[in-house]
């Protein structure tokens, strides 16, 4: 049997350090590129079984031919967000599995630490003290303990991220579109609807995916409803804010604070060294002048741990589907959920 070969799009060192490492219990043929995945570059995979993809490779409708034509079976991509797949364009053509679970605690974590940063202007205080200013005027932060977060998404990360603000001693507003009702007994969290989660809560947190509904689910109207000088932290995918609504909340400083971890137009800059280059996006420029936001460039999921994770599982998702047909972590087309757990589905088909 000839060795399966898989084309591996925007590879980073790292990326290509923890593949290798666990491609040795599988032996695929990887051939790394630098580049995105896009229409440019879907000619490159030619004689490839498998594409293998990060979240900002597109695979838009344009690409899809392509890629068949090319004899690719299977997009697998590295991520649990699945918001740059064109679900429809791929449907019945090329299936599609993500890694859905790498490290929640990787994601919540990195939310937390945005958050502490935030309030306690640790961002601001490295700086201050190695200029040798010791002063903390202007750093005064809040107690965690006794507020409200509000969580938006209870999937992996938003129910890691409630426990451990739990541990904060925090009271929780949670909102999902399917609401688990036996965590929110087991966690003393209270389900509630967006009005309210926006009104009640001192820190906000996204953690839900990125879908035609929740698309700008931060914009002018819900910034209105929310506590003045209410923390606001996205570590979910950047199109979930309206970037313009969140500078003019900033500038009236109904935002208090925002850790931004994705941004909506990420795709040319996040993961790049861009340091010698003029930042030519003005909306991520104005972003970056105030002193009250955190950004970070999609860092969220990257641990050890994760990393580990995402190689085993991507390698095992393609050796189930090429060796026995098996799609464990497929995305259902139709409703954008993950198979088994597209509570829809009936025999076979998602309604
Ligand atoms: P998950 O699939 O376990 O949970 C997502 C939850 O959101 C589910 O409970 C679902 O019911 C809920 N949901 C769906 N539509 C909703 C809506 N309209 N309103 C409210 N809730 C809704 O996903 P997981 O692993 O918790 O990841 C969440 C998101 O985090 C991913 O979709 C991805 O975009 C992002 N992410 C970011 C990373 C980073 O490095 N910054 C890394 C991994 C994921």
Known sequence: MENTRIAFFD?????????????KNYGFEIKYFKNHLSADTAPLTKGFDTVCIFVNDQITGGIVPVLADNGIRLIALRSAGYNNIDLKAVFNRIHVVRVPAYSPHAVAEHAVALMLSLNRKMHRAYYRTRDHNF??????????????????GTGLIGKTLIRILKGFGMKILAYDVHPDKEFARETECNYTNLDALYSGSDIISLHCPLTAETRHLINEKSIAQMKPGVMLINTGRGPLIDTKALIKGLKTKKIGYAGLDVYEEESEYFFEDLSGEILSDDVLARLLTFNNVLITSHQGFFTKEALHNIAETTLKNIRLFLDQGILENEICYQCGQEKTHCNRTKNGRCF
Do not use: C, H, Q, R
């Open 11 to 23: 590879a980073k060192p790292y990326d290509m350090e923890s593949f290798d490492e666990v491609n």
């Open 135 to 152: 002063s903390i005027a202007g750093f005064l932060g809040f107690d965690m303990f006794g507020k409200t977060a509000g969580i938006i």
